[in-house]
């Protein structure tokens, strides 16, 4: 019962996949998932069936009108017989979501409480620089890679004057 | 309404055909701006600091600021 209802839907061509009478069981139920599915894809232009599957009568008079000439078709009857076969156009299928922008306010947000996280942590969980970062001891640190002529050509050192002991203007 | 037939064949040596010369001038003109605005002035830097550098001179200057351990500054 289920199945000649279920065969009246789908048409004859997947008639042979969806009944099979297994050795005096009766018929298989046909899972949704079994039978052709309609999609809008890019890469697959034509799905296996037609969007619409109960036609209305006045679509049905299209469909027979669709067996003569075309030419006699108007503008809304060819549009209405392509709303039948498919859901979405080309152009609707394939514009942006807008999801982008979602994206990336989602992203600026986490951003931003990453920084309330980090200005929390260096009050609460760490503790005091070394004291190799106060300011008497930084002068001495400098002093010395004076001395030691670091990078005298082009680098550190050859931006002191000597002479008058000063950075070179 | 027969359109033309596309480009089945040779598509790759087409690009390449157009953009092999662009790479090879770009990459030529990326070496000859690295080599005059980076290794020429180095170069001369470095002449230019050796030229009149007195090494004894330098020498003393970083033995008396304290910085060596094979020779202490002089006095004391």
């Not at chain 1, 042979?16 to 069981?25: E, Q």
């Not at chain 1, 498919?86 to 306010?105: P, Q, R």
């Not at chain 1, 001495?140 to 950075?167: H, T």
């Amino acid at each position: 019962m289920l199945a000649t209802r279920v065969f009246r839907l789908v048409g004859n061509r997947a008639l042979s996949t969806s009944i099979c009478l297994r050795g005096g069981h009766g018929v298989a139920k046909v899972e949704d998932y079994t039978l052709p599915a309609y999609f809008d894809r890019r890469e697959s232009p034509l799905p296996d069936i037609k969007f619409v599957e109960q036609l209305s009568p006045e679509q049905k008079s299209l469909k027979e009108k669709e067996k003569g000439t075309w030419a006699v078709l108007s503008k809304e009857e060819k549009i209405a017989l392509y709303r039948i076969s498919f859901k979405e156009s080309f152009a609707e299928m394939n514009k942006g979501t807008g999801e982008w922008k979602s994206v990336v306010a989602g992203i600026f947000f986490f951003i931003g409480f990453t920084g309330l996280v980090v200005l929390w942590q260096r009050k609460y969980v760490y503790g005091d620089v070394p004291h190799t970062f106060d300011p008497e001891y930084k002068q001495k640190e400098v002093q010395r890679m004076l001395d030691m002529r670091i990078n005298p050509v082009e680098g550190f050192s050859a931006k002191w004057d000597y002479e008058n002991n000063a950075w070179k203007k | 309404m027969s359109l033309a037939k596309p480009a089945m064949r040779g598509l790759l040596a087409k690009r390449l055909r157009f953009h092999l010369p662009i790479a090879f001038g770009l990459s030529l003109v990326a070496a000859a701006a690295f080599k005059f605005a980076v290794t020429e002035p180095r170069k001369q830097a470095y002449a230019d600091f050796y030229k009149h550098y007195d090494s004894t001179k330098e020498f003393n200057a970083m033995r008396e600021a304290g910085v060596f351990e094979s020779v202490r500054p002089t006095g004391k």
